[in-house]
């Protein structure tokens, strides 16, 4: 059973436009839900991650919107640029991390 | 401060033989987890060690296996190897594991093709 399902799976944005992923839960004990990047051939990042005590958190163009009664969290991308083009994580943890399954983002010129 | 090293990079292997991956974590950290990545299915949680003890284990079969050394350094084993089994395998590192510090540090992964 997928203890985080994401989506979607692919999405192609234009260059400046906002990117929006979406995640979902079932575990109402997690405590951490981070999301990760990753580039081809590179092992997944840290990109930006949120406990469920704030329902927002912002770090630059990137940013985290939490709703803990729907057990659902998205990432947003403001202003998407080429070089955000990656696949994109997110994952929910308590003692151990459940990933979603990717979004893959093309942010075409 | 080096990253987190896996070896070999690459590796093809046939169905039946076995397989050892090995991941050296940032210094100074002690967890290790082991994550099989494939197309469509995302991250799957392998097994975790801290302090050279498994704190954590995924529903994996027994043919997947692993260890930590008193360094932090970690091996994990593939026997029996299966078709199915080709897939990215990635190492995270962290201070203390858990949810406890957040951020998992990956390595590039061990790309593992089985024929």
């Known amino acids: 059973q997928q203890q985080v399902k994401q989506s979607p799976q692919s999405l192609i944005v234009q260059k400046g436009g906002i990117s929006i992923i979406n995640c979902a839960y079932e575990?109402?004990?997690?405590?951490?839900f981070p999301w990760y990047q990753q580039f081809p051939g590179k092992g997944p990042a840290l990109l930006i991650a949120?406990?469920?005590?704030?329902s927002e958190k912002k770090e630059g163009r990137f940013t985290i919107s939490f709703n803990k009664s729907a057990k659902q969290f998205s990432l947003h991308i403001m202003d998407s640029q080429p070089g955000d083009s990656a696949t994109y994580f997110c994952?929910?943890?308590?003692?151990?991390?459940?990933f979603g399954t990717g979004t893959s983002l093309t942010v075409i010129p | 401060k080096a990253g987190v090293t896996q070896t070999p990079r690459y590796l093809i292997k046939t169905r039946g033989q076995q397989v050892t991956l090995s991941c050296s974590p940032i210094?100074?950290?002690?967890?290790v987890s082991w994550y099989q990545q494939t197309p469509g299915q995302g991250l799957q949680f392998l097994f975790e060690?801290?302090?050279?003890?498994?704190?954590n284990k995924g529903n994996f079969p027994g043919r997947f296996s692993g260890r930590q050394f008193s360094n932090s350094r970690s091996e994990m084993n593939v026997s029996t190897l299966e078709l199915g089994d080709s897939a990215l395998y990635l190492c995270?590192?962290?201070?203390?594991?858990?949810?406890?510090?957040?951020?998992?540090?990956f390595g590039e992964g061990s790309r593992l093709t089985v024929l």
């Open positions: 995270a590192s962290s201070l203390q594991g858990g949810s406890n510090t957040g951020e998992l540090f």
């Open positions: 949120i406990r469920p005590d704030v």
């Open positions: 994952a929910a943890s308590r003692n151990q991390f459940y």
């Open positions: 210094s100074g950290h002690r967890s």
């Open positions: 060690y801290f302090s050279e003890t498994q704190r």
């Open positions: 575990n109402t004990a997690f405590d951490y």
